[in-house]
């Protein structure tokens, strides 16, 4: 190996193991298909991105208006509907459960799978290809992409598809040799139109962010080529289609929808800390770089183990390095500098760190396939495993629990619906499946309830957390309104009947109404 390069690796016996292709690539499959979806139906929505995904896509299925997204039926703008189309397609075909609204981001993740192993290919060859399937289907960052419900998952198809037919256009060898050939551009054709479409199609899954991979291609291409043949008028016209016809249509008919989208989703997000999505200056370091290293750990230990050469990034095309140290680098500056950062931000970097990954193993790992396949059986193992757990543990950002105690107390005594959290949990609300009143906390718990006991004429049944019990039974005490109360994990669920509610129906009095609690 010392002096060997990926392409004379290639050529090289694997051993017995990797002459059983078609079971190899079987039971490759079968591990993506369980690092998809096994253990996503025991885990209920989490707040507080999955509830609002699903309550979005359930009120598009309901309402029939697959244009406009709302959120508690009313306008909801912070994200463009392709991610709430993929999440209605689910919930169409496969009801309102949670298999249902997370199926588009397994088939995404499986999609993405499919495409980092056919680069391989493209650019090293098929045993490559096989490394890249199988590190990716048992790397953290992209488990963790398909087990929950975001627009991350499905953008990360999106951006992975278009660079590919970027790939497949200017690489057109199968595999490409490093012969320090310089190879000239090829002519623009259906892969480089379609290229375009898919970026296009990624912005209208999350605006400006998924065009990040575009400026790397861009800025590679020159470097490469130096021509504008990238650049082509079909490939333009499909991207502006697709990128741009719903925003130009919902702009013209909400003509503030323009400076909202500019100075809070885009200028908001980067620049300032309002959306208060980690904003400190160590939290990349906090957030981004556990996933990006310790979420490989089990591949880096196996190139330790085989002592591999990290400087054998030498042996790799000197253009193929540039592009993807490119794809990786530049996104993540980005990501760090901005002001907003949540962990799956940075999913679409977990294709070119698999390359990466892929191209050490595969001048290092030699005939030991038997290594790589129980790596990527006992990672996928461990990943559905806590997955598993993870719907089981009594969180309280699970819905489905709470759902499932005010549903029984439904069926005792209905009344409308109305909850004081920090965030509204529009993940009870898609349970429900109805509208709920959320009461924002504007001038603290004690006034927002005062205030809200004070205009209750009907009974109706409160959510909130339940360390404010006793202030509940203090306030309806005060307002003369009669309480039960059933505790669901932190949270507390209380059935009021105000005075005048029962005066009506003959139970009215002089007196501070009794307070009774049932646990």
Known sequence: ????????????????????????????????????????????????????????????????????????????????????????????????????????????????????????????????????????????????????????????????LAVALYLFWAFPG??????????????????????????????LTKGPPALLPLLCLLLWHWWRFRSLRIFSLPGLILFSVCAFSWFGL?????????????????????????????????????????????????????????????????????????????????PLLVFCLSKSRLPLYILPLSVPLVLFLTFFLNCSIGAHMRSVLFTCATAVFVLCVMRWISGVLPLPENMRHLAEIVRQEEAVRPAPLTGLLTTPAYGL????????????????????????????KTPERLVIKEKYTALVHLLCARARVRVTERLAGEYGIFYLEPEVARSSVGEGGTGVPEASTVH
């Open 1 to 160: 190996m010392k002096n060997m390069s990926c392409d004379q690796v290639e050529m090289r016996p694997a051993g017995f193991l990797f002459l059983h292709r078609p079971i190899l690539w079987f039971l490759a499959a079968f591990l993506a298909v369980c690092a998809a979806f096994v253990g996503n139906a025991s885990r209920g929505l989490m707040e507080t991105t999955e509830g609002r995904y699903a309550e979005c896509a359930r009120e598009m299925v309901e309402t029939g208006n697959y244009l406009e997204p709302t959120l508690n039926y009313v306008p909801h703008w912070t994200k463009p509907p392709m991610a709430y189309w993929s999440t209605a397609a689910g919930i169409k075909i496969l009801g309102n459960t949670e298999v249902g609204v997370r199926l588009a981001s397994g088939l995404a993740f499986l999609g993405t799978v499919v495409l980092t192993a056919m680069m391989a290919w493209r650019l090293w060859g098929e045993r490559a290809a096989f490394l890249a399937f199988v590190v990716y289907i048992s790397s953290v960052l992209p488990v963790l992409g398909a087990t929950m419900l975001s627009t991350d998952m499905l953008l990360t198809w999106w951006e992975t």
């Open 174 to 203: 199968v595999p490409l040799r490093s012969d320090g050939q310089d190879h000239s551009e090829p002519l623009a054709d259906w892969r480089i139109h379609l290229c375009w479409a898919a970026f296009g199609l990624a912005f």
């Open 250 to 330: 919902m702009t013209w008919k909400h003509p503030g929808l323009l400076s909202y989208y500019l100075l809070e989703e885009i200028a908001g997000r980067v620049a300032t800390d309002v959306f208060d999505r980690n904003p400190e200056w160590y939290s990349p370091f906090i957030i981004y770089a556990p996933l990006l290293i310790l979420g490989q750990a089990h591949w880096l230990w196996i190139l330790w183990q085989r002592r591999a050469r990290w400087h054998g990034l030498g042996f790799m095309e000197r253009s193929i390095r540039i592009f993807l140290l490119l794809w990786f680098f530049l």
């Open 429 to 456: 609300q898609f349970y429900m499946r109805k509208e709920m009143n959320w009461l924002e906390d504007r001038g603290g718990k004690e006034e927002t309830l005062r205030g809200y006991l004070a205009g209750l």
